[in-house]
């Protein structure tokens, strides 16, 4: 899937990088809200509510007023918690695992039509590089939840957040004129957030997948 996916950008680059007019490029500033967590890092394991700004460019395709790039360059947070429905009252219930990144998304997006108020859908990488790593109320008793902690019975075994990961971002939005944009994004993490717990809990061997849910509020600058 990883190398379909790669060799599926790599062919849409070499086709459309010759249409690309950097000249017209625009530029603007976003917002929003972060909902978060990792898969199989941490018992118990609930969401985080984190927040990301930054700028972006609006980079067209073409001649057509509908297809463009999309980057941007944000403060970007995510990671958990121990917030688990189900297990009020449990130790670690309290825990804050936050993982602060500088994340640098670069998305394909198309408008439905070249309307100047209209939907449009994005898809894309997206390449976080880890500014800084929080952890709070972590159990005591478990080596692996301490990002600086190292027991000896435990050598290999960390909870530090990995300093670079990426993932896969897909989103829809509408767009005002244009320039104001409302937008829901998913994005989908590809690579081992926490590489120190990777057979952590309980000799569990799958990947720390770091995922996000956000709702991103875009101006865009004539």
């Given at each position: 899937?990883?190398?379909?996916?790669?060799?599926?950008?790599?062919?849409?680059?070499?086709?459309?990088?010759?249409?690309?007019?950097?000249?017209?490029?625009?530029?603007?500033i976003?917002?929003?809200?972060?909902?978060?967590?990792?898969?199989?890092?941490?018992?118990?394991?609930?969401?985080?509510?984190?927040?990301?700004?930054?700028?972006?460019?609006?980079?067209?395709?073409?001649?057509?007023?509908?297809?463009?790039?999309?980057?941007?360059?944000?403060?970007?947070?995510?990671?958990?918690?121990?917030?688990?429905?189900?297990?009020?009252?449990?130790?670690?219930?309290?825990?804050?695992?936050?993982?602060?990144?500088?994340?640098?998304?670069?998305?394909?997006?198309?408008?439905?039509?070249?309307?100047?108020?209209?939907?449009?859908?994005?898809v894309?990488?997206?390449?976080?590089?880890?500014?800084?790593?929080?952890?709070?109320?972590?159990?005591?008793?478990?080596?692996?939840?301490?990002?600086?902690?190292?027991?000896?019975?435990?050598?290999?075994?960390?909870?530090?957040?990995?300093?670079?990961?990426?993932?896969?971002?897909?989103?829809?939005?509408?767009?005002?004129?244009?320039?104001?944009?409302?937008?829901?994004?998913y994005?989908?993490?590809?690579?081992?957030?926490?590489?120190?717990?990777?057979?952590?809990p309980?000799?569990?061997?799958?990947?720390?997948?770091?995922?996000?849910?956000?709702?991103?509020?875009?101006?865009?600058?004539?």
């Amino acid at each position: 899937m990883k190398k379909f996916l790669l060799a599926s950008a790599m062919a849409f680059s070499a086709m459309s990088f010759a249409q690309i007019d950097f000249s017209s490029t625009r530029f603007g500033i976003i917002a929003g809200g972060n909902y978060s967590g990792v898969k199989n890092a941490h018992n118990p394991s609930g969401p985080r509510f984190g927040f990301q700004g930054g700028v972006l460019a609006l980079v067209p395709i073409g001649s057509e007023n509908q297809f463009f790039l999309q980057p941007e360059i944000t403060y970007y947070g995510a990671g958990e918690t121990g917030k688990d429905k189900n297990a009020k009252g449990v130790d670690g219930y309290n825990a804050v695992y936050a993982n602060n990144y500088l994340s640098v998304p670069i998305y394909f997006k198309g408008y439905f039509s070249e309307a100047e108020s209209e939907f449009f859908g994005m898809v894309g990488p997206r390449f976080n590089f880890l500014m800084s790593q929080n952890v709070k109320n972590a159990p005591v008793l478990r080596p692996y939840y301490d990002p600086d902690f190292k027991d000896p019975a435990y050598p290999d075994v960390n909870g530090k957040a990995s300093k670079f990961n990426f993932g896969l971002g897909i989103g829809v939005g509408y767009s005002y004129k244009r320039q104001l944009e409302l937008a829901a994004r998913y994005d989908f993490g590809l690579s081992n957030t926490y590489p120190g717990l990777d057979k952590e809990p309980k000799g569990s061997t799958k990947a720390k997948s770091e995922q996000v849910l956000s709702v991103t509020l875009s101006y865009i600058f004539n």
